[in-house]
């Protein structure tokens, strides 16, 4: 059974997630909205769940089977507490580290998640 390929643009959407999941992180930790935040830093985080998002779609589109995009869609949800840490942290270090320091854990999961998935039967 042909699989069809999942498009690039989905990254955009998934994206648009971040952002929100901070603001609801903010919410529930202070009881208040981040009302100081700059819209740079939520763009930050835009861009930071749009280059997980692309790896996502990257690592599924080159999956070949229906277990192993499982598999890597897994993989990309056990990371994402992690990459969330990352963002927050390295905020600390500017733009490149909110981004970076996302995309590490995002990469290395998904990275396993795919040779996992490679091996699994159909």
Known sequence: MKQKNIPYWWSLIIGLAYPLLQALIFLF????????????????????????????????????????????????????????FGMV?????????????SFIPWALFMWFGYLAGAFLPE
């Open 29 to 84: 930790r202070f009881r208040k909205l981040n009302t100081i935040a700059s819209p740079l830093d939520y763009l930050l985080f835009y861009l930071a769940g749009l280059a997980g998002a692309l790896l996502l779609t990257f690592f599924l589109r080159r999956s070949k089977t229906r277990t192993g995009r499982w598999v890597i869609l897994g993989a990309y949800l056990l990371a994402v507490p992690l990459a969330i």
């Open 89 to 101: 942290s390295g905020g600390l270090l500017g733009p490149v580290g909110v981004i970076l320091f």
